[in-house]
């Protein structure tokens, strides 16, 4: 019975969120979704939404959180190790930026500035905790840690211009170009290339 409850709390919540993001792209801003509006649109009673959120806005925070919460987890399952496991990384971020892409476009025309802002430091900040901990695993002298966080700021800004449709670079080069500057501090591929 407990695996049925799940189920549906995980599809009332995504019908939610998708009746949101058909409304924000549609033209209405966050202050114009009633509940009312949002539940006639995503086929859900007003308790359903009570039982999820307090307010429309909170649809928000939670798309912003399940974006990074994907992106951690990719982190974190598949590492950034070696050059397989950054070809890897990269290849599902790109995928999850393809998933989410019409909420995150959607959010961004709602909250443009905090969002972006928003999104980027948490995103950077994603990036700083696994590069680092990834680097100074493989001994890395300080001087080149800073290279590294810098990378990381590099990256986080590239993606979230991707993410909300500004950046004139496609994924597939970011990603590309991500590797081979995260592959410069491998002390293995160095080794490799002397």
């Keep these: ?7 549906n709390v995980v599809r009332s919540r995504l019908a939610l969120q998708d009746g949101f993001v058909s409304l924000l792209n549609e033209g209405y801003t966050v202050p114009k979704i009633t509940v009312s509006l949002l539940c006639t649109r995503s086929g859900v009673n007003r308790g359903t939404f009570y039982n999820h959120y307090k307010e429309v806005s909170d649809l928000a925070a939670e ?4 974006y990074l919460e994907e992106v951690e987890r990719a982190f974190r399952e598949i590492g950034i190790l070696n050059h397989d496991a950054r070809v890897k990384l990269f290849a599902r971020v790109n995928e999850i930026i393809d998933r989410k892409h019409r909420s995150a476009i959607a959010v961004a025309k709602c909250m443009p500035y905090s969002f972006k802002t928003d999104l980027q430091n948490k995103i950077e900040a ?18 080149a840690l800073g290279e590294v966080m810098i990378i ?8 979230v211009a991707l993410v909300l449709d500004k950046s004139p670079v496609p994924k597939e080069q970011i990603a590309a170009a ?16 002397r």
């Design 1 to 7: 019975m407990a695996k049925k409850e799940y189920k």
């Design 152 to 159: 990381a700021s590099g990256i986080a800004t590239s993606y």
């Design 126 to 143: 994603v990036n700083r905790k696994h590069l680092s901990t990834a680097f100074m695993v493989q001994n890395m002298p300080p001087e």
């Design 63 to 66: 798309i912003e959180r399940d």
């Design 178 to 193: 991500a590797v081979a500057l995260l592959d410069r501090f491998d002390p293995k591929l160095q080794e490799n290339q």
